[in-house]
Nanobody, 113 residues
């Protein structure tokens, strides 16, 4: 079982940047790691996924602005978010998909216009 804890959310002005972190309780090298987000009144949607050694996948809405990465030595997943827009606001969740499906508790991102 893997426990995931996100951090790094907050309030930022449009055009700003944030870096989210997701610390795992154990090795995540065998999992597809991803970030999802959920805005009020909307369904949770995928933002980015990565599997160790493979090319990351991004939602069209964030491609070119966000970057997902893994530090295997620290068992930590990151999401660097640049050129943020108000529509990027929401709760961001990290997940580990593989031998089971695990989710963090989420971290709030609010982008003001």
């Amino acid at each position: 079982q893997v426990q995931l804890v996100e951090s790094g959310g907050g309030l930022v002005e449009a055009g700003g940047s944030l870096r989210l972190s997701c610390r795992a309780s154990g090795s995540i090298s065998d999992y597809v790691m991803g970030w999802y987000r959920q805005a009020p009144g909307k369904q949770r949607e995928p933002v980015a996924h990565v599997y160790s050694g493979d090319r990351p996948n991004y939602a069209d809405s964030v491609n070119g602005r966000f970057a997902i990465s893994i530090d295997d030595a620290k068992d930590t997943l990151y999401l660097q978010m640049n050129s943020l827009k108000p529509e990027d606001s929401g709760i961001y969740y990290c997940c580990a998909l593989g031998r089971g499906e695990y989710w963090g508790q989420g971290t709030q991102v609010t982008v003001s216009s």
